[in-house]
Each structure stands twice: as C-alpha cells, then as structure tokens.
C-alpha cells in the first residue's frame, strides 16, 4: 500500500449512484463523499438503501450508473487497485467458522498485500487494538460470541491500515459495554483513515462521527455536519416549561417576548400544574429573555428548560421530507 | 499470483481439516477397494481378457459420480451460503485466483485419492503376486489409467466447481454436478456403443463422437497410447467450465 500518491479531496466519493432491480429501484442518483480522516454517519431506515450502496462501493455489486470511488480510484473500472484502498465489513459480518481468530487474520493480511514481514506485527497490532488477544486469539471463530466475532471484523478491517474503511452496522447485537468498545476504536481512527459507518443507534453516530449522510427509500436526504443539519432541518428551538397557568396566558406572555412564539395545548402534571411546549424561531433574541420575563411576569413557574434536538430529531426530520430537498452540491 | 497460492495454500489446508474430505475419501477407497476385490475374485475364478487393474479402472465412473460431487460441492455453494465469499471478493484477490485455488485444491484432492487406490494392487501385489507376475498389476497399465483419471478429472473437477458456483445449496450443487458427470459419461460410452460409422445421415457426428469415447480414452492410456485429442478435450473443457465459473461468481456477486 503505497502512501507515494497524492491525497484525493474526496476519500470516498459516490456520483449520482443508481442500482435498480428491474422495475426496482433501491438507490437513485447519490451524490456523497468523505473526506480523508473523516469518519462518516450512513443513516436510514430500513429498505433505504444503505446496505447496496455500501457493497457498491466496496466492489462487491456493481452499480447501475453513476461512479463510485474510493482514493480517487473507480470502483468499477480498477476494482483491485480501489480494494487496495479498502476495507468492508459487511451487515452479518460472515467469518469462516473453522478457523482460529490469529490463522484468519494472517490469511486475511496475506490476501491484502500485507508485506510478508509485517504480517505478523500487523496481526498482534489489531488484535491487541481489539482487545483479542487474551480471550480470543487462540479461538476457532465459531465459538466465538457475537460481540468477539464482531471485533474480529473490525481487526480484519483495519488489518492493512486502508485508506478507507466501510462497516456496516458494526454495533448490531452487541451489548452496552462491547458498544463503549466499538466506539473508542472507531473514534480512534479518526485522522488516520476515513470511515462511512452505517448503524441504526443514532446516539452512537452522534458520538463517533464527524458528519451524517442520510438517505430515504434510495435518495439522498440530507448531509452534513451534525450541527449544520439543526439548523437546516429543525428551525427553531424548543422549550418545556411547567407552570400554573392557562395555555392562552402562557402564549400571550410568550408573544410579549416574541410574537413568532408557539404554545401547545399543554398536559396537566401533579398538583395543577401544566406542561407546555413554546416553540421559538431558531434566532430568536427571546431565547435568552423568556425565562426571565415569564419570572418577571409572575408566573407561577417550576421548570423551564430548552430542549436539546439530537440525531435522532434531526433524522425524523430529513426522513419526512421530501427526497430532493436533499440535494445539495 | 501470490494471491493464488495464498488461497491455494488455505483451500488444500482446508480440504485437510475437512470432514467432508476425509468422509469421501473413505467412500472412495472403500468403493475402489469393493471393486478391486470383485475383479479380483472374477479373475481367480476363470481366466479373463482383463487384468484386475483394468477391470477396477473400467468402473472409474462410479467414484467419479458417487465422489467427485461430495468434494466439489461445497466449494462455492457453502462459502455463498455463509457469505465469507462475499467476504473474500472485498480483498484485492481476483475471482479468477479464487476460482482456481479452488479448482486446484479439489483436483489435487481428487488425485490424491487415486494415487490412495494405487495402494491396493500394490499390496496384492505384495502378498500374492510373485516376482515379475504383472497380471494382478500392471504397472503400465496402472500409470496409463492413473494418467487418464487425471487427465479426465481436470474436466470432471471443473465441472463440479462450475455447478457448485450456480447455487448456495451444497445438496443441489452435488446433484447439479452428479447430472453433469452422469450425462458426460453416458455420452462418451453411447459414442463407442452406438453404430454411427454405418448411419450415413449421421456422417457429420462422426469426427466430434471419435473425440466423446470417454472410455476409448481409457483403453488409450491404458494401452500407453498418448493421443494429444483427448488432452485437449479436457483442457478445453476446464477452461471453459472455469471461466463459466469466474462469470458465474462474478454476476451473483
């Protein structure tokens, strides 16, 4: 693996990918790319077209149209060269049941033009880097729990230091303590290689990574960093605010400080008191006065908090609208 | 290249560790030596226009349909059904070092086999043959036949690995290979029984079923005769079957 060429701009680019099954089509002109070091959210809901497109840019499944590269090499034209680049652990993570963790990972290392003399330094790295050594080297790989197999698809992945590396649902099945695990590792890859990690545990991508590419039944719904897509996809801020008063009463004190302010019907706590929601536009100066002029107002009030939007809102947000909002340059 | 002896390396050190491999063995040599002792036995019995060796030889179809798909099978049908060859096509290894390796793998395997069977006349031999008395065995009829198993196997091997590439069931990739061989070889016997020199109509048949007379070639080696048609029928035929298989791989992947 020869570090003599030039980094690209892109570490991963996919160019108005398409793949369709006959009449089917699982993914429509999607344009992503990762940048070298980055490591990259892959988010969706089922049947989104993660998985194709994954294997697509791994080699594995050849696209309909549209270009895939990785380390500025096509795919489709230079397979070997791309996969030289490349690691892909894929959904199920499939590993030969029948062979000891350490044979595996040598055959694997040989098979990724690992230089033969650094086969065996290459093999205790990772394994030592995914915490195999003592409970798993000397293992046949069928024996192993999920959460061991599931590290030995990582330690597989990055065996030849790639440039790029692809895993798709690394966490699935995996306990909170193996998940902590899993998440240190990716983390501490960042820099070194880029990684495009699809996983349904949205608080997880929110940790580990730089950016999110989201898709929607084939289409490219939103990208970006976590921050720049708040902003995009939810405009406004929320707030949660437990008082003694009628929703008309809030909403007019709410209005004195900011006539864009939203209150909902609110729900009835303990002890007659009620929990609203005000919702305010992202910019509004009222977001640092509300608090303060509901107490001036004399309000009966005991609690007000802003709620924070995660992933997970931002991810509700881009899967409901519609595909080619997304599109962006 | 250093990928394929990569793959070479794990298929034979695989196809060692296998159950698989040492059930058909056993199936093999128990088969060959049933055979062999029958032959045997027929020739105690009253003289005969054979000698035991060519006798047990002359049945080589039976290992080749009860065998060679029990080997074949699971080389890509199993590894599609666990997924590791999708695994495996992630590396920078070509589908047609993988292919091979396979390939290579299982003929060796089934060569070793034969060369097993040799151990058979070799101890009757042994024990009851006297110095210079090649009626029990041959040795140049046990070199011609080994030669044309072989030979033959290339063919039969590339077969199997082609029909185990169609499925992810071992079970269906065994009987895919079973039909394949079955029809192979009823072909190649129907060309010698079959009275084509007399059937005008048929002329055009003649040249193609004088290259099919599978056991035609058996006599051939046997008889020390080494015809180049034969060899490249069965060379072709592997390169056809192996490259039907890299396509294969390469559009189910």
Redesign the interface.
């Known amino acids: 693996m020869s570090d003599a060429a030039p980094q690209p701009e892109a570490a991963v680019a996919a160019e108005r990918l398409t793949k369709r099954y006959g009449s089917l089509t699982a993914i429509e002109d999607l344009t992503f790319s990762v940048a070298p070091g980055e490591v990259v959210g892959f988010l969706g809901p089922n049947g989104a077209g993660k998985s194709t497109t994954m294997r697509i840019l ?4 050849a696209g309909t149209s549209g270009r895939a590269s990785i380390w500025g090499v096509s795919v489709a034209l230079h397979p ?2 791309a ?2 680049h ?3 652990m ?1 959904e ?1 993570n ?5 062979l000891r963790v350490e044979e595996y990972l040598r ?2 290392a ?4 690992v230089a033969p003399d650094q086969v065996d330094a290459r093999v205790a790295k990772v394994m030592e880097d995914c915490d195999l050594v003592r409970r798993a080297s000397g293992r046949l790989i069928g024996q192993l729990s999920k959460g061991f197999r599931q590290r030995v698809g990582i330690a597989d992945a990055i065996l030849a230091q790639p440039k790029v590396v692809i895993l798709d649902e690394p966490t699935i099945g995996l306990d909170p303590h193996q998940i902590l695990g899993i998440r240190d590792l990716i983390r501490s890859l960042r820099g070194r290689m880029a990684v495009l990690i699809s996983s349904h545990i949205l608080h997880e991508v929110e940790q580990v990574c730089d950016k999110v590419v989201i898709i929607n039944r084939g289409r490219l719904v939103a990208q970006g960093r976590t921050d720049d897509l708040r902003r995009e996809l939810l405009p406004h801020v929320g707030f949660t605010v437990v008082a003694k008063a009628a929703p008309s009463e809030l909403a007019a004190l709410c209005a004195a400080s900011d006539p864009a302010a939203e209150v909902d019907a609110g729900t009835p706590v303990d002890g007659g008191w009620t929990r609203y929601r005000v919702t305010l536009p992202a910019g509004s100066p009222a977001r640092e006065t509300l608090a303060a002029g509901l107490m001036r107002a004399g309000l009966p009030l005991r609690e007000i908090a802003e709620e924070r939007y995660g992933l997970e809102d931002i991810f509700l947000a881009a899967t409901r609208r519609s595909p080619a909002d997304g599109r962006r340059p | 290249m250093r990928h394929f002896r990569t793959l070479l390396a794990h298929e034979l050190r695989s196809a060692l560790l296998s159950g698989n491999t040492w059930a058909s063995a056993a199936l093999f040599l128990a088969l060959m030596g049933g055979i062999h002792f029958f032959a045997l036995l027929e020739c105690s019995r009253a003289p005969q226009p054979w000698t035991p060796v060519e006798a047990t030889f002359r049945l080589f179809w039976l290992p080749l349909l009860c065998v060679l798909p029990l080997l074949t099978m699971r080389s890509f049908a199993e590894e599609r059904r666990s997924g590791t060859l999708s695994a495996l096509l992630t590396t920078p290894a070509s589908t047609a070092a993988i292919v091979w390796a396979k390939f290579l793998a299982a003929w060796l395997t089934w060569a070793a086999f034969w060369c097993a069977f040799l151990a058979f006349p070799w101890i009757v031999q042994a024990r009851l043959g006297t110095a210079g008395d090649q009626r029990l065995g041959d040795p140049a009829t046990l070199f011609g036949g080994l030669c044309f198993v072989l030979v033959s196997g290339l063919l039969h091997v590339a077969l199997g690995i082609l029909c185990s590439c169609l499925t992810r069931s071992a079970a269906l990739a065994a009987l895919l290979t079973f039909i394949c061989l079955l029809g192979l070889t009823a072909i190649g016997g129907a060309m010698e029984s079959l009275p084509i020199e007399s059937w005008s109509w048929l002329g055009w048949l003649r040249e193609p079923a004088a290259h099919l007379r599978t056991f035609g070639h058996l006599q051939d080696f046997a008889g020390g005769i080494l015809d180049s048609r034969p060899l490249v029928l069965y060379v072709t035929g592997m390169m056809l079957a192996l490259g039907l298989s890299v396509l294969a791989v390469e559009g189910q992947e």
């Open positions: 791994s080699g594995t499944m070997a060269e996969k030289r490349m690691a892909y894929p199920n499939p590993l030969p049941e029948d055959l694997r040989r098979l990724k033009d």
